[in-house]
């Protein structure tokens, strides 16, 4: 049921009208400015994150558990050692690489990104 659930809102997300102006889980570049966040505080070997932080890292950490239990299959595929805070990586660098599709909803960034950089 959970995965059945999942698909749902993973399809829904990409589905979503380009011209949408608010997206249930947020855009790229809302995101993006939430892990640059993250990445600045981890980095920084810091014992606490911001709220804009967190909130990327509970997304992310959802995303990357579905993601590495291979519960949905992927047009992708990482590698066995892949950390959060690469996977993290992974969205910032192609999200600052494509600009242009930052008002597009989250989840289609994300498996851009990891489809680009995983390929199988």
Do not use: K
């Amino acid at each position: 049921m959970m995965r059945v659930a999942l698909i749902a809102v993973v399809w829904l997300a990409l589905v979503a009208p380009a011209g949408a102006q608010q997206y249930p889980f947020g855009s790229v570049g809302a995101y993006a400015d939430d892990c640059i966040d993250f990445a600045r505080e981890h980095e920084s070997g810091g014992r606490g994150y911001s709220d804009d932080a967190m909130f990327c890292l509970s997304y992310m950490r959802s995303f990357f558990d579905v993601y590495t239990s291979f519960l949905l299959r992927w047009p992708s595929c990482p590698p066995p050692e892949l950390t959060m805070p690469a996977f993290i990586g992974t969205f910032l660098d192609w999200s600052s690489r494509n600009t242009d599709q930052w008002e597009q909803p989250v989840i289609r960034g994300i498996v851009a990104a990891i489809t680009e950089a995983y390929p199988c």
